[in-house]
């Protein structure tokens, strides 16, 4: 590779250097021909008449020397090449878990549970791999452009092989068959590996272990979130990288990723619960059915639903003024407000329904109302799974401000909600920060740098 000779070519572009400097008076001590440069006519003693060879072709050297300072990483893309490892290090150690909960007597919900976490595990290390290579420089990637490419296709292979999992966290596969998956995915994983350790080593990163305080892993977080009664899971984690340090104070940055594929499974409930209505003498709403999905950087949220207007007179019974289906489609692009607070900017899409509850869809406030609605619905579940008081140590709560939100999709269609700020802090309470962020990823750092380090190069 370029970087493992660069001090040789160092050295030999430094001499070049030299003899360019001055040619006169090196030649003289050396070459042939009473100290004359040339000399083609005084017996070939020259450099055109000897044909003396030095080995080094400065063009060549000079060449790769800029190769080598145009792929270099920056001091930001290092923090960042250090997280996307860490994550891929977390799926090696999910994925020994995994393994070994195969070799042990127990019921589905636990291999399931296993194999779950390391589905997460592999999606979050595809996704730091993929934001990693897309911050390049346009001079990176034409110099990185043959290992990007071997990175990408073992990207792919790895999401191929990743797949298998599925069933197993559905509960539809458990046994022995899973274990045969369980090897092809290790192969997999470990050949992306291999290829992020080389990818570091031709950008002069080096090895990750030398970096290992620049960057520390949020443990995963699971917050239980009852929303009109009804549970949700959101599991949190993230990576807290150090920034500057300038005039007394620290800023790291800061990166939450909540997974809300149970949101997801549960947007039916959800929607209800908040949404459902039976007005003897007003407006009845039913929740037919809904589905969630990610429309990066947003979400979109699909309803079908039950409509009717009931108009009561005097003591008799309700009179129907209105009644029909629909089925509306919700945009949910998620924005900071300048405060640092999270919000869900709410958008109405397609409208499928006939007679006056399209109307009222359309142009009346029915629509804007159950717009609304859900869009408060998800913002108060995404808020509390993004909750800086329980994913963040100590030292950072009230200290961290929330910069900007998004939502992602993975592979298999699960929900991601990004979520990206800064911790700004005095120098004493950015060593006690430091301090509590090592605690509680220790014998998770340990694990995981043994995994490197093991890896066979």
Known sequence: MIRRDISSRLSTIILGTALLAYPCEVFAQHGGGGG???GGAAGGGGLSGGNRAS????????????QVLAVQATSEQIIAYVAMLKSTATASTELQGFAGQLGKEGNASDVGSRATALAQAIEKARSENKKFMDGFSDAQKSGLKEISKRLVKEDSDLAQQAKALDPVVEGKVVGPQVASSAQSLEHALTSFQHEQLDLGEEMSIGAANHRQDFAFNLPPVK????????????VTSGVVSKGVAEGGQNTFKLELTADMSDLQHEIT????????????CGEQIAIRNAALTPAAPASLVVVQLHFERWACFGKGPGSEMAEGNATIEVKLTPAVSEDGKLRLVPEMGRIDAEG?????????????????????????????GGDFKTTLPPAAQGYAMLQRAQFEGTGSGKLMAVLDGEIRVSDEKAASLTSELKERSASQETIQKNVVEALPR
């Not at 400065?58 to 060449?63: A, I, T, V, Y």
């Open 55 to 66: 080995g080094v072709d400065q063009k060549d050297d000079l060449k790769d020397f800029h």
């Open 356 to 384: 006056m509850v399209g109307e009222l869809l359309r142009s009346g406030s029915l629509g804007e109302v159950l717009r609304d609605k859900i869009a408060e619905a998800l913002l108060s579940i995404v808020r509390q």
């Open 223 to 234: 917050n239980s979130i009852r929303f009109a009664n009804q549970p949700i899971e959101i």
């Open 269 to 280: 409930q959800v929607l209800r619960g908040g949404l459902n209505k039976a007005d003897r």
């Open 36 to 38: 004359h440069v040339g």
